[in-house]
């Protein structure tokens, strides 16, 4: 884990969910995966659309050329647990490549958070950013 990641996640976890700098004032969650190569446990704090009861993530990695590591442990197992606040829980992955559903979400993300299309914009002809709406599992 960097170290980016572990104050953020430290900060996060003494904060019941809330953290300062670059993810001041945005909704945060943590999301716990396993590496697909290692089988590590691997936790990332990400920035969340909520949709009524689920939590819709967006693979977007700043714009760069190449999917997150996270997303592609995620591919390898779409069973996986987040910290929301206080609640920790498990949850289950459904991967939107393309479609009016994902194109629905990412434009939403946009407009609360245009830098989304920033980087959007940077993967154009490289790569569709993918959404993952998060459902509680069971």
Request: proline content about 5%; glycine content about 10%.
């Amino acid at each position: 884990m960097s170290d980016w990641n572990g104050s953020v996640i430290g900060e996060f976890r003494a904060n019941a969910g809330k953290v300062g700098g670059y993810f001041e004032g945005a909704p945060l969650l943590l999301l716990h995966t396993k590496g697909h190569k290692t089988g590590e446990e691997r936790i990332n704090p990400v920035m969340y659309l909520p949709d009524d009861d689920r939590w819709v993530v967006f693979a977007s990695k700043g714009g760069h050329e190449h999917h997150p590591h996270w997303f592609l442990n995620l591919e390898a197992d779409r069973s996986v647990t987040i910290e929301v606040g206080t609640d920790t829980l498990p949850v289950t992955a459904t991967i939107l490549h393309e479609g009016d559903e994902r194109d629905a979400f990412y434009a939403r993300q946009v407009e609360r958070y245009p830098q989304f299309g920033e980087y959007e914009k940077k993967t154009a002809g490289v790569r569709t950013i993918p959404v993952v709406v998060l459902e509680r599992a069971g």
